[in-house]
């Protein structure tokens, strides 16, 4: 079977199988073999990553496409690549961790979670603004995609030291964040106080708690509204009172959790937990 094809109708050739009864098909098979907590992710999100990855496979349509998942697990993982999106980089919305620069404490020991952590920049962001800082910091990073833990862990990327050079507000950043052929690789003293796990932030508040800060950032904006509420009840589980949350900046607290935190910046999104 061909495995690339330019068709932009969504692999829809086959009027039958276009309809809501072909893609429940595919959902069902994900969230019976490949991942149960398919269901908490917007419909429209879901669809057009199933209907990428059916254009790419050449598939005459949904049902095409569940036999291929069946049988290829080649396929299987590509879905699952597609279907988590790893877009991050190294102090991403760079007034986020300006503001968090200036609130976090200037000394002591700080523990955090980065939840969502895709290929862990965000996790040893955070590492090095608190070396920086001079507060020591151990930082656990979470993600639901097996592969992009295994990238965090490495610590070794493909990224430009641009990335880096931005960061105003930490002056020694590219001292710990090396270049190294053509690579940035993350100095083995902040990896020593990074530690990834693979985990789903639908169930997180059982596993992890008692910290200060907890990122949970442009995660949620791919999870149905109403099946928010497990992470909102995870990430707030997770932190120690007094701790900070912070949320991706197109992301906000729910009205029921509103009376859990105070504010500390509403436009950066970062909240203290009462
Ligand atoms: C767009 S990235 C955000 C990365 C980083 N937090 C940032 O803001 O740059 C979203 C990440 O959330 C992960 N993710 C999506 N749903 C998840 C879930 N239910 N539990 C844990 N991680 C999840 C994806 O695998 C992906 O790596």
């Not at 829809?12 to 098979?29: A, I």
């Not at 609130?103 to 608190?130: F, H, I, K, M």
């Not at 083995?188 to 200060?212: H, K, P, T, W």
């Amino acid at each position: 079977m061909t495995r690339t094809n330019d068709r932009k109708d969504g692999g829809r050739r086959d009027g039958k199988q276009n309809g809501d009864d072909g893609f429940e098909q595919v959902l069902n098979y994900v969230r019976d073999e490949m991942e149960p907590h398919i269901d908490g992710y917007t419909r429209s999100y879901l669809r057009r990553r199933v209907d990428s990855r059916i254009r790419r496979a050449d598939c005459e349509g949904y049902e095409d496409y569940v036999e291929l998942l069946r049988d290829d697990a080649d396929e299987r993982r590509d879905l699952m690549d597609a279907f988590w999106i790893n877009v991050t980089r190294f102090f991403r919305n760079p007034d986020v961790w300006e503001r968090l620069y200036e609130t976090l404490p200037d000394e002591g020991s700080l523990r955090a979670a980065s939840v969502g952590c895709a290929d862990g920049s965000e996790a040893y962001s955070l590492a090095v603004l608190c070396a920086s800082k001079g507060v020591d910091v151990s930082v656990t990073g979470i993600d639901a995609d097996p592969r992009a833990v295994e990238v965090a862990r490495e610590g070794t990327y493909d990224a430009d030291i641009d990335e880096l050079e931005t960061v105003s507000f930490v002056d020694d950043a590219t001292e710990y964040v090396v270049e190294k052929d053509d690579c940035l690789e993350v100095d083995r003293e902040i990896r020593r106080n990074v530690d990834f796990v693979q985990g789903n932030a639908m169930d997180v508040s059982n596993l992890f708690r008692g910290y200060d800060l907890v990122l949970c950032r442009n995660l949620l904006i791919y999870v149905r509204a109403d099946r928010r509420e497990p992470i909102f009840e995870g990430v707030t589980g997770m932190l120690d009172d007094g701790g900070l949350l912070v949320l991706g900046k197109t992301e906000s607290l729910p009205s029921d959790y509103r009376q859990k935190y105070t504010t500390v910046d509403g436009r950066l999104r970062i909240y203290r937990k009462k």
